[in-house]
């Protein structure tokens, strides 16, 4: 097939009626139809918020990729627009990769991967190459005449020649860098560095960072800001083995807390840590807005577990909440956007319960935000139950005696379940979660974003209890619960 961004919009518009609602969101982006994956040239341009993402619209499948585009003022109600790229040229035939957004002279600049198949066997035979496209509207895109703008001849020696994606772009001291996801050919992810002084010229600075089998094999959508003081560097490492509690999923994502010398083209960092303690949330991008914050969205699924929208629902795919990234001592912290707030509506609130065993509450939803406080005392475990009927319902539990919050999906309805933890400290005796429930998505943030728990789940329509639990004795101090309608 000949793809086109006119036949992909056309394709949209046709076929847009067939979509099932059951498990659409409510205020988180997905594709208009078809397949999404991870989010692309996230950026803040001319007073709104630019959102593009991986994209096949035919199917609810991945497939060639082309970019999808949506604009939101603030981060909640998104618009689409036009298909922004399709896979339409013999150096991106095969897919128009993830690449990122950066304004230049009033225009708006994509630097994406052009994505090749070489040979009989597509995973292992293809090349990559990053690519340019310029838009004078933020609408419609054209493609550079002289991409690819940094071809396979600039891959240094000790980088995969195949494994050469997703450029994250952005300026510093008076020039364009790019970093690039990569491996060293050994199973060990890399981030290659490039310089520009207009976009179209490259010239490789370094390796600035290189990772050891526990950080998996290749390293995908790197992303590097900085954030007041420091460096952040943010890698998606996939078949990332499994430790303690954290990277189960495969494919996971990392952050190191650092510094960027671009002289030397080093990126020194002292540990890392996941973005989120989920399930499902990889290959994310940040964007810095107008008022100087730092927001990151991630792909709100995995690539490895099963999404049960592909049969009969003809989409697949969302994004998180936007959410906001601070520094707290040597860490990250990650908080969902302020403007969220601006949605609450029929709002309800049960304050100083003492609680032991299971209570349901008078409010119920598929769509809400939840605030919770509870006062361990010698409870063994509390929590909450969400999306409740029957014996259906999302478990979000903390265990005082080992520090431990899981999110449990087990019974939540149909497709992918288990179980994740993470260990967060209680404050003065009290565990406080802000938990945001659309429709098939579940996001939970512990102690002010000190962790985030993200996963997907799939519920029947009269799952919309809310219960509270304890086994022992505890105090929820205070529950706070909003509609949230956009
Ligand atoms: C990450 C990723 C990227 C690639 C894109 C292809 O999820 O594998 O490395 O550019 O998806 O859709």
New binding site residues.
């Given amino acids: 097939m000949n793809y086109t961004k006119e036949k992909a919009d056309l394709f949209i518009r046709q076929n847009k009626a067939l979509l099932r609602d059951d498990y659409r969101l409510r205020f988180h982006l997905m594709s208009e139809y078809g397949w999404m994956?991870?989010p692309n040239g996230f950026i803040y341009y001319k007073g709104k918020y630019h959102l593009f993402y991986?994209h096949y619209p035919y199917r609810p499948y991945?497939g060639p990729?082309h970019w999808g585009h949506a604009v939101s003022r603030d981060l909640v109600a998104w618009e689409y627009l036009p298909v922004a790229l399709a896979p339409d040229r013999d150096y991106d035939s095969d897919?128009c990769?993830?690449g990122s957004a950066v304004e230049r002279d009033g225009k708006l600049a994509l630097l994406y991967?052009g994505h090749i198949v070489t040979g009989p066997d597509n995973k292992n035979d293809y090349m990559q190459s990053q690519c340019l496209a310029l838009s004078d509207d933020g609408v419609h895109f054209e493609k550079f005449a002289g991409n690819p703008v940094i071809p396979v001849s600039q891959i240094p020696e000790g980088a995969s020649l195949k494994d050469f994606?997703?450029p994250k772009v952005f300026e510093r001291n008076g020039c364009y860098y790019t970093v690039i996801?990569s491996n060293d050919g050994k199973e060990r992810g890399i981030v290659l560095l490039y310089r520009s002084t207009d976009l179209k010229q490259w010239d490789f600075v370094n390796i600035i960072a290189q990772g050891d089998s526990r950080l998996g094999a290749n390293w995908?959508?790197p992303d590097l800001f900085p954030l007041e003081d420091q460096d952040v560097l943010i890698i998606?490492p996939e078949r990332m083995p499994a430790q303690g509690n954290d990277y189960h999923n495969g494919n996971s994502t990392v952050y190191m807390l650092g510094r960027l010398d671009t002289e030397e083209g080093k990126f020194r960092y002292d540990s890392y840590e996941p973005v989120d303690c989920g399930f499902d949330f990889?290959?994310p991008q940040t964007c810095e807005d107008s008022t100087g914050r730092r927001i990151i969205v991630g792909?709100m699924e995995n690539?490895t577990t099963e999404i049960p929208t592909q049969q009969d629902h003809h989409w697949a795919g969302a994004m998180t909440l936007p959410r906001e990234v601070v520094v707290a001592g040597d860490k990250l912290h990650f908080l969902p956007i302020e403007e969220i707030k601006r949605y609450r509506q029929s709002p309800y609130e049960v304050t100083d319960v003492e609680l032991d065993g299971e209570r349901m509450l008078e409010c119920s939803g598929d769509c809400y935000e939840l605030e919770a406080v509870f006062e361990a005392l010698d409870a063994e475990e509390f929590g909450l139950l969400l999306r409740k009927h029957g014996q259906e319902e999302t478990v979000v539990a903390y265990r005082p005696s080992e520090q431990l919050v899981r999110f449990n999906r087990d019974r939540s309805g149909i497709g992918p379940q288990g179980e994740r933890r993470t260990n967060v400290a209680l404050q003065n005796g009290r565990l406080a979660l802000r938990i945001f429930v659309d429709r098939s998505s579940v996001e939970v943030f512990v102690q002010e974003g000190e962790k985030v728990m993200t996963g997907r789940i799939y519920p029947g329509a009269q799952s919309v209890g809310i219960g509270v639990f304890a086994r022992g004795m505890c105090r929820l101090v205070s529950l706070r619960k909003w509609d949230i309608r956009v």
């Fill in positions: 994956n991870d991986q991945w990729m897919g990769f993830s991967t994606r997703d996801g995908e959508c998606s990889y290959a792909w690539w």
